[in-house]
């Protein structure tokens, strides 16, 4: 289960029926101490509502209810596009969820390509191919089809490249352009 604070459950102000203003998807040990940590601090600091799961899924856990319920109930995904994120089941059934979302429900979508090229995403190259050739050793070709298509879907979205960000920095211009969507 995720772990949120209470602050992060205060219902959004932006639309009626939104739990959250922003859902982070992103891998954990690529960007959590600090790209994510970074931008989620700054979209709080902004009053923007966002679900950010604090907790590891343990290794043969399914992703929870609690969590496929705040990727539903936010009005925007932004996902944080790493070089190990393709290689976290959790997160590729993070986006395909994301991406049912934006198809069913009109969720906007926003990809930030994080220390990573948009091709290598959208075409499955680099550390996404080596991840895709292990996954296709373990899980079905149906559900390896389905992330591989929710990739092409996503990475062929406008977004940002920030491979060159300092630190994980968050600039205050960077920050204000993610604002305008919210």
Same mark, same amino acid.
């Given at each position: 289960?995720?772990?949120?604070?209470?602050?992060?459950?205060?219902?959004?102000?932006?639309?009626?029926?939104?739990?959250?203003?922003?859902?982070?998807?992103?891998?954990?040990?690529?960007?959590?101490?600090?790209?994510?940590?970074?931008?989620?601090?700054?979209?709080?600091?902004?009053?923007?509502?966002?679900?950010?799961?604090?907790?590891?899924?343990?290794?043969?856990?399914?992703?929870?209810?609690? $969590? #496929?319920? =705040?990727?539903?109930? /936010?009005?925007?995904? %932004?996902?944080?596009?790493?070089?190990? @994120?393709? +290689?976290?089941?959790?997160?590729?059934?993070?986006?395909?969820?994301?991406?049912?979302?934006?198809?069913?429900?009109?969720?906007?979508?926003?990809?930030?390509?994080?220390?990573?090229?948009?091709?290598?995403?959208?075409?499955?190259?680099?550390?996404?191919?080596?991840?895709?050739?292990?996954?296709?050793?373990?899980?079905?070709?149906?559900?390896?089809?389905?992330?591989?298509?929710? $990739? #092409?879907? =996503?990475?062929?979205? /406008?977004?940002?490249? %920030?491979?060159?960000?300092?630190?994980? @920095?968050? +600039?205050?211009?960077?920050?204000?352009?993610?604002?305008?969507?919210?």
């Amino acid at each position: 289960m995720a772990a949120i604070s209470s602050s992060d459950c205060k219902p959004s102000s932006s639309r009626p029926g939104w739990s959250y203003d922003v859902f982070l998807s992103f891998r954990g040990e690529d960007t959590r101490k600090n790209f994510t940590d970074h931008l989620y601090t700054a979209l709080i600091q902004a009053g923007i509502h966002t679900f950010r799961d604090d907790d590891e899924l343990p290794r043969g856990e399914e992703i929870g209810p609690q $969590l #496929l319920k =705040a990727i539903e109930d /936010s009005r925007i995904s %932004i996902l944080v596009f790493s070089k190990d @994120y393709a +290689s976290s089941r959790w997160c590729l059934d993070e986006l395909v969820k994301i991406l049912e979302c934006k198809r069913t429900m009109g969720q906007l979508v926003l990809p930030i390509f994080y220390d990573i090229d948009p091709s290598d995403v959208r075409k499955q190259k680099g550390s996404f191919a080596k991840a895709f050739d292990r996954h296709e050793d373990i899980f079905s070709k149906e559900k390896v089809n389905k992330w591989r298509e929710a $990739l #092409l879907l =996503a990475g062929n979205l /406008s977004g940002w490249d %920030i491979r060159s960000l300092a630190n994980g @920095y968050i +600039s205050p211009n960077f920050l204000f352009q993610i604002q305008l969507y919210v």
